[in-house]
């Protein structure tokens, strides 16, 4: 008889491992609560201006471009311009060019020589991780102080919109910390540490992708290539072992069994989905944070913005005490994003940093944009084009101590065969990360299925 999969949660995760298992051969099922899937990824067109409300693009890897060669979508890959790589900080009320590498440091102008002359001592610094290691004590001990609080501040609120004093450098950076533990150095990881071949990218492969039409394509394509293999509007209220074998899952009145179940959603569902379960693994995941953020889409004339906003944006770190986080030029990035004559801002405010200020109005919110864009760009009248979204979740954080989820998770997949979690809370947040964790789960699974 053939074997029944049921996977719950329609984000890019769900859609991904559920696409994966189809092709397999494998009778899946996927239940999302919502009218529509693909979870965070939200593309919408209005006025002639593209709007992402989740994200806007994603680093490119191999996996990822498999599956969209798989999807047959690769010829709709935006490619990004010229000066898209630029990226800035904003120092002193100033933005400055970052380089696009850490050795490239040396030569900018946005830090010190004494910052410069404590970058050069990183291959010397012979001191190891400890357990529980912050991003920000690693990265002090490693690199100095004003590295910190000017590149790896930004750059942590631009990936989680988290907090570098709180996050694991183990777990939210593992790749540094290997470096570190491999090579004695980050510098030298960096210059000296084997790439897989199959890692390497074909020539002319953007650095981040999204396509023409947005980051939707991706899950509107994955959601088409499921087609009646998704049920929206249908919330999963239990998942409990069965008396022989299996799993029985409850939609409203409806029960159905079936050999494996892949839990694709945030922390806190999964959460509530396994506590009758395990009740320890449950409270692990409520301990899981997710700062809320605030997203402002605004578009401006092109005659009414005195700079040049010729890169991909701007992030902003805690030591300048601004109220936003950064802002991505995004008309400048890609193209079809701004009609013409038009540029296309967006505008991150909350996160860890100001949490607080996420439950201010629309009006506030746009307001407090508006202000720090006429700040720092010049900006010189109303948008003539707003958009606004809230998440009261928005990232999951790989805090300190997160260890502790990771052993509680693969305790109870031991424990629990069967039973599976691919969701951006777990082994990476980023869509390149739950696309390479789909492919990884969807593997596991088919072994399960196979054992069974």
């Not at 994966?20 to 939200?42: C, M, P």
Request: glycine share 8%; with cysteine; proline share 5%.
């Amino acid at each position: 008889m053939k074997k029944r999969v049921c996977v719950i949660g329609g984000g890019i995760s769900g859609l991904c491992v559920a696409y994966g298992l189809k092709r397999a051969g494998v009778d899946v099922v996927l239940f999302e609560k919502n009218a529509s899937v693909g979870g965070n990824i939200q593309t919408e067109f209005t006025e002639g201006f593209l709007v992402e409300r989740g994200p806007n693009s994603t680093i490119a890897s191999r996996e990822l471009l498999d599956l969209i060669d798989s999807l047959d979508i690769r010829d709709q890959i935006a490619v990004p311009k010229p000066n898209a790589n630029k990226r800035y900080i904003l120092r002193d009320g100033n933005l400055i060019a970052l380089p696009s590498k850490i050795i490239g440091l040396i030569q900018n102008k946005a830090f010190s020589v004494k910052a410069k002359l404590r970058l050069l001592m990183e291959p010397f610094i012979r001191t190891k991780s400890p357990d529980n290691e912050s991003v920000a004590a690693f990265f002090e001990r490693r690199l100095g102080k004003e590295i910190v609080d000017y590149a790896v501040d930004p750059f942590i609120s631009g990936i989680y919109a988290g907090d570098p004093k709180i996050l694991s450098i183990r777990h939210a950076f593992p790749k540094m910390y290997k470096f570190e533990k491999d090579h004695g150095s980050i510098l030298q990881g960096a210059l000296f540490s084997r790439k897989n071949a199959t890692d390497k990218l074909p020539k002319g492969t953007p650095r981040s992708i999204t396509f023409n039409n947005g980051m939707q394509t991706l899950t509107d394509a994955l959601r088409d290539g499921l087609g009646d293999r998704i049920r929206v509007n249908t919330p999963v209220e239990s998942l409990r072992k069965s008396f022989d074998f299996g799993f029985e899952i409850a939609t409203g009145s409806v029960t159905e069994s079936f050999d494996a179940a892949i839990i694709c959603t945030p922390a806190s569902a999964a959460a509530r989905l396994i506590e009758s379960v395990d009740n320890g693994l449950a409270c692990e995941l409520n301990k899981i944070a997710y700062p809320p953020l605030a997203v402002v889409v605004t578009g401006f004339r092109k005659t009414d913005v005195a700079a040049d906003p010729d890169g991909f944006g701007f992030l902003v770190p805690g030591v300048e005490r601004r109220p936003i986080l950064g802002s991505l030029w995004t008309s400048s990035v890609f193209e079809n994003r701004a009609p013409d004559g038009y540029h296309l801002f967006t505008t991150f405010i909350g996160g860890s940093r100001r949490a607080e200020l996420v439950q201010n109005s629309d009006e506030e919110l746009v307001k407090l944009a508006i202000d720090e864009l006429e700040h720092i760009l010049g900006v010189k009248s109303d948008p003539v084009f707003l958009n606004v979204k809230k998440w009261d979740q928005a990232i999951p954080q790989y805090n300190v101590g997160y260890e502790t989820v990771v052993d509680a998770i693969e305790t109870f997949t031991e424990q629990n065969p069967g039973i599976f979690f691919c969701s951006n809370f777990y082994r990476g947040i980023s869509v390149s990360d739950c696309v390479k964790n789909s492919i990884a789960t969807t593997a596991d699974v088919q072994a399960s299925l196979n054992r069974q």
